[in-house]
């Protein structure tokens, strides 16, 4: 994630006691946070001090709950919801760089802010460091964003094959000219996909080779007790995106360091928030209530994978464990564990009444179709 108001590394920036030796000998060795150009100590002086400063405007979110760009369930809806439930960051949804330059409406929608998101980023993804700089310097002058996160991990082929995403980590040299010097790297390579656990340990030798650097660390986490091992590497803070489609309630569980056993009402009720969050943000005419249906859909092939923890033999839950066909406490808990499209349909049809004829559903991240 590159932040849009962090400053730029000293060329040597080991990390000493004195960052301005790196600059040049027989300086004061002032501490780096202090340190500025010409150009801005005269500035400030001349704005006589009303003028931010880097140092102030600085963006910090180290410890904090980082919600991951979702590509498809990742909109603003969604974000509202994990925002109830404690998230601290949020991202919008991975918006291509040349469509953002062709001036595609349907992109630009993607980088829509809520007035919750109080600390919002947007993330890109490019494969050229020219049109990557000119989109980022549009979106400075366009839209309110606090960060840029440039997508250095999406494993999807029609990505990968144009040279962005994760083939960036193979491009060194492209990617220093996209960005110089990095506060993510991604703990999983193209090859697991989702069939293996985040190499967390990988991660942790990244913390320790880019100190003094803050890393995030992202992968598998799903329980309080994830997120207390992944903060054991020394990242900075830790970024939640599959967990958080299976249980968006999971940054409260976090930041209260407790299981919820949460019921099949207040997880129906979170649904009808989602769905009144997107007609509210889709429209309530016909076009936003089908709109607002598919993305909800998307969003329940994810939650039938939790299984409630009342229901556990042992806690907590793992990502990759896949839950066994099992009868719930009520008929409501039941239904919400059937891997069946027409099943969430018929949830659907609880909050936004009956669909159209001839309706067909195919989830974009795996072959359970509807028709």
Known sequence: ????????????GGGGDSGAEALERGVAPIKRQYLTTKE???????????????????????????????????????????????????????????????????EWALLKRHQCEDIFGVQLEGAFPDTMT???????????????????????????????????????TKFQQIVRGMNQL??????????KLADWQYIEECVQAASPMPLFGNGDILSFEDANRAMQTGVAGIMIARGALLKPWLFTEIKEQRHWDISSSERLDILRGF????????????????????????????????????????????????PPYYLGRDYLETLMASQRAADWIRISEMLLGPVPPNFAFLPKHKANAYK
């Open 275 to 322: 769905t009144n969050y997107g007609l509210e943000h889709w429209g309530s005419d016909t076009q936003g209530v089908e709109k607002t249906r598919r993305f909800l859909l998307e969003w329940l092939s994810f939650l039938c994978r939790y299984v409630p923890v009342g229901l556990l033999e042992r806690l907590p839950q793992r990502i990759n464990e896949r």
């Open 186 to 195: 991604h703990g999983r390579s193209r090859e697991q996909r989702y069939t």
């Open 40 to 106: 801005q100590f005269h500035q400030f002086l001349e704005a006589k001090g009303q003028e931010k400063t880097c140092r102030e405007t600085e963006l910090d979110i180290r410890g904090k709950l980082y919600l991951a760009p979702l590509t498809t369930c990742g909109n603003l809806p969604f974000r509202r919801i994990c925002k109830r439930f404690g998230a601290d960051v949020t991202c919008g949804e991975m918006a291509v760089c040349t469509n953002l330059l062709q001036g595609q409406m349907s």
């Open 134 to 172: 000119k989109c980022a310097e549009l979106l400075s002058r366009t839209v309110e964003v606090d960060f840029v996160d440039i997508n250095v991990g999406c494993p999807i082929d029609l990505v990968y094959k144009k040279g962005g995403g994760c083939a960036l980590m193979n491009r060194s």
């Open 1 to 12: 994630m590159a932040e849009g108001t962090a400053e730029a590394p000293l060329e040597n």
